[in-house]
C-alpha cells in the first residue's frame, strides 16, 4: 500500500502526457514555451483569479509574493507555527521577520483570537507588521470569514499559502481567491503535482500580477534586457506545464474522489479515532487526511507491523525548530501547536485509494484502539 499512489495516475494519463512531451521536444522553447502560458490561462479558468503567474516552486510563491507587496528587511509577517517550513522560510528569505501565531486544534489552521493577539503584540513591541500569511494546511481552507476581516481593518496585507489546497473551496469562493495574493505549489506529492519543482501565484490585481511576472524573470521591463529592478530566476519549465495540463484535466474528478476516500474513512472510522471534520461550507481537497489521538504512537506502531505507511505531519512546530526558535511568537503562548506535535499522524491519501484497502487500515486501527 503507498501513501500517496503517484503510478496509477501516471498510468492512467501516460499517453496523453507522451504527446504533450513530444510536442515540446518538438517545439523546442524548454523555458517560456506555450504550454507556460497556457497552463497560466487555465489555473487562471479554475480558480476564478483574475491572474495566475507560474514560477518555480511553491516556496518561491510566497517569496515573490511578498516582494511584489514591497515586503523586505525589517517588516515583520505573522505565520501559523504548526505547518511547513517553507511558509517561515520565505518570509526571511524576503529578508523580513516571521513572527508566530497559533492554530485552531480542529482545523489545524491560523485560530483568529491567536492572530489578533499577536498582531497587538507585535505592535506594542514595535514590529513594523506588513501581512499575514494563512496556510489552508493539509488541504482544507482557513476560516477566511473571520481571519479576512481582521487582516483588512488591521491595515495589513493577506497571502494565503494554498501549497496544499489548490482546488479546495469555502462558501461559494475558490481557494486562489482570497486575500491579495495565494501562492501554491505543484511538488509531485501535493493534491495537483507535477513531475519535479513548480509554483503558481494567484491575485486579482493586474498591475500585481505584471510586477509578479517581471520578479520571476531577472526584474525584467519592458523587453529581456531591459532590467528595471532586482528579481531572481523563478520560472516553471515549459516540460513541467505541459504535464500539469494534462493533469488539470482530471483534478476535477481526482478531488471528488479524494472526498469519497475521506468519507469512507470517516464512515469506518467510528468515535474515539480523533478525524478530521470539515463545515458543510467547504471542500478540502485532502492533501493530508490527519487524525489526532493521543494513541497516535501505539497506532502508528500497529500500521507498521501491518506494512500501512503514516506518516506524521509535523513532528515540530516551527517555534520548537532550531532555525526558527529566535523569532517573536504570540505573547499568549502557541500550545495547540505543540500539543499537536504529539497527537497528530496521517493515514495513506490520494484519489485511488481502493475501498478495500481502507477498510484494511480501519481493521488493524480498531485492534489497535481496542488493545
Ligand atoms: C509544500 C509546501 C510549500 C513549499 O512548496 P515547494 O514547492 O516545496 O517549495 C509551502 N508551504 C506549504 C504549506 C507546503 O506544504
Not at 501516460?14 to 507556460?36: C, K, M, T, Y
Not at 492572530?115 to 476560516?143: M, N, Q, T, W, Y
Not at 526558527?324 to 491519501?349: K, T
Request: with cysteine.
Amino acid at each position: 500500500m503507498e501513501f500517496i499512489d503517484l503510478r496509477t495516475q501516471q498510468e492512467r494519463l501516460q499517453p496523453n502526457i507522451r504527446e504533450r512531451l513530444d510536442n515540446v521536444l518538438a517545439h523546442g522553447q524548454f523555458i517560456s514555451g506555450p504550454e507556460v502560458g497556457e497552463l497560466e490561462i487555465c489555473l487562471a479558468r479554475f480558480t476564478g483569479a483574475g491572474h495566475a503567474v507560474s514560477c518555480a516552486n511553491g516556496t518561491d510563491a510566497i517569496t515573490l509574493a511578498l516582494r511584489a507587496l514591497g515586503i523586505g528587511p525589517d517588516d515583520t509577517v505573522i505565520v501559523p507555527s504548526f505547518t511547513f517550513c517553507a511558509t517561515a522560510e520565505a518570509v526571511c528569505l524576503a529578508g523580513a521577520i516571521p513572527y508566530f501565531a497559533d492554530v485552531e486544534a480542529d482545523s489545524f489552521n491560523l485560530c483568529p483570537e491567536s492572530l489578533e493577539c499577536a498582531i497587538h503584540a507585535a505592535r506594542s513591541e514595535g514590529h513594523s507588521l506588513k501581512a499575514v500569511i494563512a496556510v489552508d494546511l493539509f488541504g482544507r481552507p482557513c476560516d477566511y470569514d473571520r481571519i479576512e476581516p481582521i487582516v483588512r481593518s488591521e491595515n495589513l496585507y493577506l497571502i494565503c499559502d494554498a501549497a496544499q489546497a489548490l482546488g479546495a473551496r469555502y462558501r461559494g469562493r475558490n481557494v486562489g481567491t482570497f486575500g491579495d495574493i495565494t501562492t501554491t505549489s505543484f511538488f509531485p506529492a501535493k493534491p495537483l503535482g507535477c513531475y519535479g519543482d513548480g509554483g503558481a501565484i494567484f491575485t486579482n490585481d493586474e498591475e500585481m500580477a505584471a510586477l509578479l511576472r517581471s520578479l520571476r524573470v531577472h526584474g525584467q521591463g519592458a523587453d529581456k534586457y531591459d532590467n528595471v529592478r532586482i528579481g531572481t530566476n523563478s520560472r516553471l519549465d515549459t516540460i513541467q506545464a505541459a504535464i500539469l495540463l494534462e493533469k488539470l484535466t482530471i483534478f476535477p474528478e481526482e478531488i471528488e474522489r479524494r472526498n469519497a476516500v475521506a468519507r469512507r474513512y470517516a464512515a469506518l472510522a467510528g468515535d474515539g479515532l480523533g478525524i478530521p471534520e470539515i463545515p458543510e461550507d467547504m471542500i478540502s481537497v485532502w492533501a493530508q487526511y490527519t487524525l489526532r489521538t493521543p494513541k497516535r504512537d501505539a497506532l502508528m506502531a500497529s500500521l507498521r507491523s501491518a506494512q500501512i505507511p503514516s506518516v506524521i505531519y509535523y513532528r515540530k512546530a516551527l517555534h520548537r525548530q532550531t532555525a526558527y526558535a529566535h523569532f517573536p511568537r504570540s505573547p499568549n503562548g502557541l500550545p495547540i501547536s505543540e500539543q499537536l506535535e504529539s497527537e497528530v499522524m496521517s493515514l495513506p491519501m490520494h484519489p485511488y485509494l481502493t475501498e478495500t484497502e481502507q477498510a484494511r487500515i480501519a481493521d488493524v486501527l480498531h485492534a489497535a484502539m481496542a488493545a
